[in-house]
């Protein structure tokens, strides 16, 4: 008995580290959801967020580990799981990689947990999911971080809340919150379907050679890809309809074009404006006239600026005058073509060249 090792201390420390480990989740699981534009479908204590009724639960992972448990039977069917290999060490905003996962992928990959007081809970390796997507970072702020106590954390989660949308734009870029949007959402997933058709039609022997799997990842790597001739020519345009429209008085924006499924929503994923990196994103959808259009509709909403619904309009009946290849202008040399059936689908007939604004 000469052991001078305080076990009680051991254990205050362990159940403090564990105490800590769930509060920084929670913390974490806060940002995450704000930042990217989710509401709450579940308590305070609950990570479960959702998205136009579609949820989501995040869970975080710190120190380089890649490995995070669940219990299957109250997961929702996608989850995205944080991870970094960042300290807190400084002040420095720590960067967390995203990943979107499928609660089906993550039961095939999973591993049950070897303790009677978690009975069906299973160990995930997110390496091990094949399926896995890359949904970009995020930066959380280091004063969240350490946090353990229950009133400390209630007070942090109070203060997230609270956050304007400028101080989340700082935590989470516009392309990382529209592809979890797209992930929550299930954009891409339908679209598989007739492309592998397409591949089958092409060459019957594609899925010999290559599991549905790899060919799900290479389509969903093609539509999250820029494509990168059309924003060059997409971004002169801006340029130089600024000059001929706008007299030169907008701020030089950089036009990012999107490749994009061919049943992709257009409300989730047309004419997004990041104006703190002062860049419009489209999705090429095989319709120029509609893309140009579009692209001076959203143009005519940042001119609006603060006053974007009456002014917005103002400005559209301006360019119209003008001449400018508007929305309501191609709809009326566009009369007799019929809309696809997608676009039918997803939109009202009066948003088929629909813009969405963050």
């Excluded at 400084?90 to 978690?118: E, F, H, I, N």
């Excluded at 995930?124 to 004063?143: F, K, M, N």
């Excluded at 019929?338 to 813009?355: I, M, S």
Aim: glycine fraction near 8%; charged fraction near 25%; include cysteine.
């Amino acid at each position: 008995m000469n052991d001078t090792t305080n076990p009680f201390e051991e254990r205050f420390q362990s159940s403090l580290l564990g105490l800590q480990a769930n509060t920084g989740g929670k913390i974490n699981g806060t940002l995450l959801g704000r930042a990217c534009g989710a509401e709450r479908a579940g308590g305070v204590g609950d990570n479960l967020w959702a998205i136009d009724g579609e949820a989501v639960r995040f869970h975080s992972v710190h120190g380089g580990k890649s490995s995070f448990t669940l219990n299957p039977t109250t997961e929702p069917p996608r989850l995205i799981v944080a991870l970094t290999q960042d300290k807190s060490e400084t002040d420095k905003p720590m960067r967390y990689w995203l990943y979107g996962l499928t609660l089906d992928a993550c039961k095939q990959a999973g591993r049950p947990v070897k303790s009677t007081s978690a009975p069906g809970r299973l160990t995930v390796s997110v390496g091990q999911v094949q399926d896995r997507i890359e949904l970009g970072y995020a930066d959380l702020p280091t004063r969240y971080v350490g946090i353990i106590t229950v009133p400390d954390r209630d007070a942090a989660l109070s203060q997230i809340d609270q956050m304007t949308t400028e101080e989340l734009a700082i935590i989470m870029i516009a392309a990382t919150r529209e592809k979890i949007q797209a992930f929550i959402h299930g954009v891409g997933e339908a679209s598989l379907e007739p492309v592998i058709k397409a591949l089958d039609e092409e060459d019957s022997g594609v899925q010999l050679d290559y599991s549905r799997s790899e060919i799900g990842s290479a389509v969903q790597e093609l539509f999250d890809s820029e494509f990168l001739v059309l924003s060059g020519i997409f971004t002169k345009l801006f340029s130089d309809l600024n000059g001929r429209y706008f007299a030169g008085r907008l701020e030089v924006h950089r036009v990012i074009v999107m490749h994009a499924a061919p049943e992709a929503k257009l409300t989730s994923n047309l004419a997004r404006v990041d104006e703190k990196l002062r860049e419009i994103i489209l999705v090429y959808d095989g319709w120029f006239e509609e893309m140009v259009s579009l692209l001076i509709d959203t143009m005519a909403h940042i001119a609006a600026g603060s006053d974007a619904e009456s002014g917005w309009q103002e400005e559209l009946v301006r360019l119209y005058e003008l001449g400018a290849p508007a929305r309501q202008r191609v709809e009326e040399l566009d009369d007799a073509v019929e809309w696809p059936c997608e676009r039918a689908r997803c939109c009202a007939p009066e948003d088929r060249l629909g813009w969405q604004l963050h």
